[in-house]
């Protein structure tokens, strides 16, 4: 894991950034296609993947719902990542130097200079030109990606002025990750009031009301749109024909902070006591993003017995689910409201490193419903895992939640019903 101590001062990065990194990436004269750009949707993941795989969720939705959807990324590239026929275009990436957030570094880890930012920053207002959209969508900002205002301010500008100007609307998660300062929240509302028409809360308020961690939401309450949680079509299509099928499935997400479980389900596997003999015999398949380092990833792979699969994370995860025995994940928005879809039973260790606290928030509330077992990470250790293993299994049946899971669908027809009324009422 990244180190939790004072990071040293990284070198700096070249002025001139590269403005596309694989052949098959747009540029802001290539991503039209006989018109006007439906949604122009800007996506910055700084750590983890689960922005950027909940945004192409959502992108796959939009165009299926007949929008035509420019994606816009600005992190590091994510292997598969299906943004189904929305044009693609990479921004040269940036990322967290660590959990702590505190500095933005380049593909090669170097920090970005105001240089490069203005570098990256005209190129994203040039897509802005390029594509004319009809909706501005941002991921998270303005109740996230603060680091992201040297671009994000002058794109709005340049929204807000153009002619005709469009729908700008924030697209933010049910949980923020910490309550913020006093005087964020005062700027998170000034944004919403003064410059977005609409903020997406991708979460249904049901199980977790987006004032849990935004308070002062009675202010901007007019703005808000709850669409139900987002979650990937592909959970409800067949299932793998055999991978996965009487399986202990571990999933760590991007794999930015994955050793801790990764080493704990490890250990687990070689350690089943006799209470657990409806396990004896069984494959686990363990699944470790792209984001852990090769030497890692293969120094686990030696580790492992030879009952156990350890290989990288898979674009058809979520046909596994409903094969196998058992779930055991992190806690992070796209995998446990997966979980949850496909009904398998789940064990979730959600992360609470650095700032985090979105994922043991999540999971806590869905424990107490009696939808999951609950491991917090600060207890994890295989013995430990086995017992939370253990609990899942004497769990009376799923617990049914009446949750809305519908969001990518709720979110492509609201958006059109949105552009719909803010066009007509300009008209």
Not at 71 to 77: I, L, R, W, Y
Not at 125 to 130: G, M, P, T
């Amino acid at each position: 894991m990244p180190s939790c101590g004072a990071p040293r001062k990284p070198k700096r990065a070249p002025r001139e950034p590269n403005c596309l990194l694989e052949p098959n990436l747009m540029t802001p004269n290539t991503v039209t296609r006989g018109g006007r750009t439906d949604v122009l949707f800007y996506v910055q993941h700084l750590l983890g993947i689960g922005h950027q795989k909940r945004a192409a969720t959502l992108a796959r939705a939009m165009e299926r719902q007949g929008l035509k959807v420019t994606f816009v990324s600005g992190g590091m590239p994510v292997p598969g990542l299906n943004t189904g026929s929305a044009n693609f275009v990479q921004l040269p990436p940036l990322r967290a130097e660590d959990i702590h957030f505190r500095r933005l570094v380049n593909d090669q880890g170097l920090e970005a200079d105001e240089a490069f930012k203005s570098a990256r920053r005209d190129q994203l207002l040039a897509l802005y030109e390029a594509v004319r959209p009809r909706a501005l969508l941002i991921e998270m900002f303005p109740f996230g990606r603060r680091q992201m205002r040297f671009e994000l301010r002058p794109l709005l500008d340049a929204a807000r002025k153009a002619e005709p100007r469009p729908l700008i609307l924030s697209s933010v998660r049910d949980i923020l990750v910490e309550p913020p300062k006093p005087e964020r929240i005062a700027e998170m509302i000034d944004w919403i009031k003064r410059v977005f028409d609409h903020a997406l809360v991708h979460g249904d308020p049901n199980l977790i009301p987006f004032d849990e961690t935004f308070p002062p939401l009675t202010e901007i309450a007019d703005q808000v749109v709850y669409t139900g949680y987002v979650v990937d079509e592909s959970v409800d299509q067949p299932p793998h024909p055999q991978d996965g099928r009487d399986e202990i499935l571990v999933s760590t997400g991007g794999g930015a902070v994955s050793e801790a479980l990764v080493t704990a389900a490890l250990a687990a596997s070689r350690e089943l006591p006799d209470s657990l003999a409806r396990l004896h015999g069984l494959r686990w398949r363990i699944l470790i993003g792209h984001s852990l380092p090769e030497m890692q990833f293969q120094a686990f792979q030696a580790q492992a017995p030879s009952h156990v699969t350890v290989e990288r994370a898979r674009p058809d995860f979520t046909s596994l689910l409903p094969n196998c025995r058992l779930s055991i994940s992190q806690g992070g928005y796209n995998t446990v409201m997966e979980v949850l879809r496909a009904g398998c039973p789940r064990v979730v260790v959600p992360y609470s490193g650095g700032l985090e606290t979105e994922q043991t928030l999540r999971a806590r509330l869905l424990a107490e419903r009696g939808a999951l077992t609950l491991l917090e990470e600060q207890n994890l250790t295989a013995e430990s895992l086995l017992q939370a293993v253990g609990a899942e299994f004497a769990r009376s049946g799923a617990s049914k939640l009446n949750l809305d899971t519908d969001g990518s669908d709720n979110t492509a027809i609201r958006i059109q019903v949105l552009l719909s009324r803010h066009e007509g009422d300009r008209a």
